[in-house]
């Protein structure tokens, strides 16, 4: 377990696909219910407008069968979405995609900005359990580089993501901090 802001943050490591990912989310959700959790990584263009190296957030995470799950994004407060990169849908698939005309037809039909095997699980468990759930990824390849870009740009993509992250759990922590002062207000003005 490790602290931001002075709060505990616990970093988990769920597995490919999406059985590995529910089944590892529903264990740490029974043992305690976290009052938001962020599940982020990489995940591969579909919108031809997307560039290598750019954080999503998408409004929804979705299974190709079309079920899709709202991400949490009132935590952010009201802050302006495009502070956050907001994108519409987040595409769940079964297997990873490469080919050029694959990403295209995904992203046509099913309306996807980016894909992954596993954001759709984690907000489908998330929300089984009433968790709020944000799903930042950072575009790990796109139909030009190819599966060989996820590699020669992992390290620049992840220090990406993680400037976004940093970014991220500061506005989450210092809401959070917000609200329980206001919670403390109210409690003290009902006490009176």
């Given at each position: 377990m490790r602290r931001y802001s002075r709060r505990p943050c616990r970093f988990v490591a769920t597995g490919l696909g999406t059985r590995r990912t529910a089944a590892s989310l529903?264990?740490?959700?029974?043992?305690?219910?976290p009052p938001f959790f962020i599940f982020t990584g990489t995940a591969g263009q579909l919108?031809?407008?997307r560039s290598m190296g750019e954080v999503l957030l998408p409004?929804?995470?979705?299974?190709?069968?079309?079920q899709r799950f709202a991400a949490g994004l009132d935590l952010l407060d009201g802050e302006a979405e495009?502070?956050?990169?907001v994108c519409?849908?987040?595409?769940?698939?079964?297997k990873p995609v490469f080919r050029q005309q694959t990403r295209l037809h995904l992203f046509r039909h099913q309306g996807a900005s980016i894909c992954d095997m596993?954001?759709?699980?984690?907000?489908q468990t998330a929300a089984r359990f009433g968790i709020p759930c944000?799903?930042?990824?950072?575009?790990?390849?796109?139909?030009?580089?190819?599966?060989?870009?996820?590699?020669?740009?992992?390290?620049?993509?992840?220090?990406?993501?993680?400037?976004?992250?940093?970014?991220l759990l500061a506005h989450l922590a210092a809401h959070q901090a917000e609200v329980s002062r206001q919670d403390a207000k109210d409690a003290k003005t009902r006490g009176q």
């Open positions: 529903t264990r740490l959700f029974e043992g305690e219910t919108d031809p407008d409004r929804f995470w979705s299974f190709e069968n079309g495009s502070a956050w990169s519409e849908m987040g595409l769940t698939v079964a596993e954001s759709a699980a984690a907000l944000l799903a930042p990824k950072v575009v790990s390849d796109t139909a030009d580089s190819g599966v060989a870009g996820f590699y020669t740009e992992f390290s620049a993509n992840l220090k990406k993501l993680a400037r976004y992250l940093d970014r």
